[in-house]
């Protein structure tokens, strides 16, 4: 419910504090007083279009701030909730509005944007005036309304469970159909892949074993090669060249030419001994490097076959834009759409029996649906169309007008279309609730409907803006009596001229126009006792107020 409502520098109201209890208070005062400024100012919180025209001659900006408290798991707190935005005991709208043109939304302090605040405002009160329509007026809300007014839960729950079931199917059946298309756009693509690419038969890990092996091999090439060249230095092939073992075969030969006295030792045994072992070490060399080169001898097919298979993984891997490594799984993959391909037929065939069976069954739920809310119209109908002789509009026909959807809008709430429909005169078609009733009569059908609705809606404050304007007598009476049954259950404020309806409250503000200062400005009175009782009597007498007058007005009060 509406807590508070604190006013700074909008029009008439310099600053205004007003605060309201549960059940019905009405707000009443002379023609001019400022009433609409009230409204208007609440409007701004609620999140209506800015109006710098509004900000009070000589303020810089205008401020307004509504709060509100509301039941634990109420739908405004799931939305603040979804938002990340915090929650506590009220919720507090807050508008500012400056000079320039501009205006921030705030909730709890925190900045929003204009269509969250009106998304949030419309969860938490509605207003229903001479010229705006809030709520029961919304065609969006029709179906929601008649729900809650007369068909039971438990039904709607098993439409949206069948729906869900429905669409899940659906949504199976639809990725089925898409793959196998898809699939089939591909096929010769896929058979041509698949064969190519089982025929390379591409391995987990097999790209970096065979680039280790091609290193390896590489590696035991070039040692090969070394090993040779070393062999050839010391053993050339061609007989022609000379090694180093001829020329110390030759240099030997040469110093044996030597010739040494009788008995004395040979001047050149040390060299002949030195190129002995040379010759020695010469051969364990060659020996040595033959030994190696068996060893290392490199085997270039081996080295050509692990080239080759490397390449061609290689090569397969950018024809298809994968790494090296994914070859195996997309193998896999390519194999598992050929199989849904070849397997797809009898699957589609599967989902689409069971989307049917699961269509079949939301269409019996939502056809169980349809006739419930086909009786809870009638009852609607039929209560109010009680309620609107006392509230003038006898020549009234309210019309309760539900109609099948197209299927591809049935969806959780049932394959129902609600509109509520009025004909304000006979032998007149029903129409559109805003487009057919005037101004007073849609606010008196509006509080008729909140009588058979009122535990319909989520909102728990509703303001009435002159709902009784063109009436009076009998008429205003059964208007206020209505107000107060409306209010057992809502917070409601109402903007009246009727005494009748003013004497209903449970609170009573006044609202008027004072100079201070050689400035207007608008204030705002709690009445009680005899202060409300002179108030009633001004209603009902005029400028003059008459002990007769104030009499009726404390007969008013008394009922």
């Excluded at 309201?20 to 409204?39: D, M, Y």
């Excluded at 799984?329 to 699961?358: N, S, W």
């Amino acid at each position: 419910m509406l807590n508070s409502l604190s006013i700074r520098d909008v029009v008439l109201i310099e600053r205004l504090d007003l605060h309201f209890a549960a059940g019905l208070t009405t707000l009443t005062g002379e023609t001019g007083a400022g009433k609409s400024i009230l409204l208007d100012s609440l409007g701004l919180a609620l999140g209506a279009r800015a109006d710098t025209g509004l900000i009070r001659s000589g303020a810089a900006q205008a401020v307004v701030a509504a709060a509100f408290s509301v039941t634990p798991g109420h739908p405004a707190l799931e939305l603040l909730n979804e938002q990340g935005l915090d929650t506590g005991p009220d919720i507090l709208l807050r508008r500012i509005v400056t000079r320039d043109g501009r205006s921030r939304a705030l909730v709890n302090d925190q900045q929003v944007s204009l269509n969250f605040l009106k998304t949030l405002s419309a969860l938490l009160i509605e207003v229903q005036g001479q010229h705006e329509q809030v709520g029961l007026a919304d065609p969006a809300n029709h179906l929601l309304l008649l729900d809650a007014f007369g068909v039971p839960p438990e039904t709607r729950q098993s439409v949206a469970v069948a729906h869900k079931s429905w669409r899940d199917a659906a949504a199976r059946l639809r990725q089925a159909e898409e793959k196998i298309a898809e699939a089939a756009r591909e096929e010769d693509f896929l058979r041509h892949a698949v064969d190519e690419l089982s025929r390379l038969n591409p391995q987990a890990g097999e790209e970096d074993a065979l680039a280790a092996e091609r290193l390896r091999l590489q590696s035991g090439e070039r040692r090969a090669e070394a090993i040779a060249a070393a062999l050839a230095e010391l053993t050339p092939r061609d007989r022609r060249a000379s090694g180093p073992a001829a020329h110390l075969r030759a240099a030997a030969r040469a110093l044996g030419k030597i010739t040494a006295p009788a008995g004395a030792e040979h001047p050149a045994a040390e060299a002949m001994a030195a190129i002995e072992r040379a010759e020695d070490a010469l051969a364990e060399a060659e020996n040595l490097l033959n030994r190696l080169a068996l060893e290392a001898e490199a085997d270039p097919r081996a080295l050509e076959a692990a080239e080759e298979r490397l390449f061609s993984l290689r090569a397969a891997a950018r024809k298809h834009g994968v790494p090296v490594v994914s070859l195996p799984e997309f193998l896999a993959e390519l194999r598992a759409k050929l199989a849904a391909l070849e397997t797809g037929v009898a699957d589609i065939a599967l989902l689409t029996r069971e989307t049917a069976t699961r269509r079949a069954a939301y269409v019996e739920a939502a056809a169980k649906l349809s006739l419930l809310r086909e009786q809870a119209g009638g009852d609607l109908m039929r209560a109010l169309a009680g309620e609107l002789p006392p509230l003038k509009l006898e020549r009234a026909r309210f019309v309760v007008e539900r109609s099948m959807l197209p299927e591809a809008n049935w969806g959780a709430r049932g394959a129902d279309s609600v509109k509520f429909l009025i004909s304000t005169n006979p032998g007149e078609p029903p129409g559109a609730l805003d487009k057919i009733a005037s101004g007073g009569e849609l606010s008196r059908l509006m509080l008729g409907l909140k009588v058979v609705l009122s535990g319909g809606s989520a909102v728990e404050t509703l303001i009435f803006d002159e709902v009784d304007s063109g009436i009076g007598g009998a008429t205003a009476a059964a208007v206020g009596e209505r107000l107060a049954r409306v209010a057992r259950n809502l917070q409601v404020l109402v903007v009246t001229h009727s005494p009748q309806v003013a004497a209903r409250g449970a609170a009573q503000l006044r609202v008027a126009k004072r100079i201070e200062g050689e400035r207007a400005v608008t204030v705002v009175d709690v009445l009680d006792g005899a202060t409300r009782r002179e108030e009633i009597a001004r209603m009902l007498a005029g400028e003059i107020i008459t002990d007769a007058a104030r009499e009726a007005a404390g007969s008013l009060l008394a009922q």
